[in-house]
């Protein structure tokens, strides 16, 4: 079986400009998270979306945005990118929701911005 | 609101050695928690998880792990560590009704020869 899977792997991008991360669950999963990783900091909660539909976002401003699709894969924006942007940005999902408890990870997409 | 504590960044053992990571929880209601380990270039693996019952649990790859309430800790162990178990440990917390994961700041291990 498939595990979680991201793409691209590395992505280089220069201030002001747009980058999109994709993700796709473990088949069966309906809920994807989104985290960022950036040197130091540990993860940090960005985006839950549950059934097409965004149910909780962390701290973040409003230029990180995404999307779920129909078949649950799920799709990362982040406009305007900063340097303090640069960061692994992990996605995981799970069964219908956090209550099932467990996370699977991808290995993550590894933004940097110049 | 819920965190996570880990105390110690960076821990050095011997190959061999027993490894001891520290995890402290703040959490008002009844917690779900699990420790994860990131290898280099990898995402996160989980290694254990706590959710009722007893209080020791056992994991992947000869780790364990004691929730202890009073002390609001969940320390994972390891009796005889191998090279290969170099890697970023993280403990994360969540509960029914919450809709994520909060993780620490994570922990590096390095393992000497």
């Known amino acids: 079986e498939a595990g979680v899977t991201q793409s691209p792997t590395h992505l280089i991008k220069t201030r002001g400009q747009q980058a999109t991360l994709r993700c796709s669950p473990i088949s069966g999963h309906t809920s994807v998270y989104w985290y960022q990783q950036a040197l130091g900091l540990g993860l940090q909660f960005l985006l839950w979306y549950d059934e097409g539909e965004e149910r909780n976002r962390g701290n973040f401003p409003p230029r990180f945005s995404g999307r779920q699709f129909p078949n649950y894969s799920s799709e990362l924006n982040v406009n305007a990118l900063e340097l303090e942007d640069s960061a692994l940005y992990l996605c995981?999902?799970?069964?219908?929701?956090?209550?099932?408890?467990?996370?699977?990870f991808g290995e993550g997409s590894r933004l940097t911005v110049l | 609101a819920q965190s996570v504590t880990q105390p110690d960044i960076h821990i050095t053992v011997s190959e061999g050695a027993s490894l001891e990571l520290r995890c402290n929880y703040s959490y008002g209601a009844t917690p779900y928690l699990f420790w994860y380990v990131q290898s280099p270039g990898q995402g996160l693996q989980l290694l254990l998880k706590?959710?009722?019952?007893?209080?020791l649990v056992q994991g992947i790859k000869g780790f364990e792990a004691e929730f202890k309430r009073s002390q609001s800790s969940f320390n994972l162990r390891k009796p005889s560590v191998h090279w290969s178990d170099a890697a970023e440990y993280f403990c994360a917390v969540g509960a029914v009704n919450d809709y994520k994961l909060s993780f620490g700041a994570g922990t590096t291990v390095t393992v000497r020869a």
């Open positions: 995981a999902s799970s069964l219908a929701g956090p209550n099932t408890g467990e996370l699977f």
């Open positions: 706590y959710f009722s019952g007893d209080t």
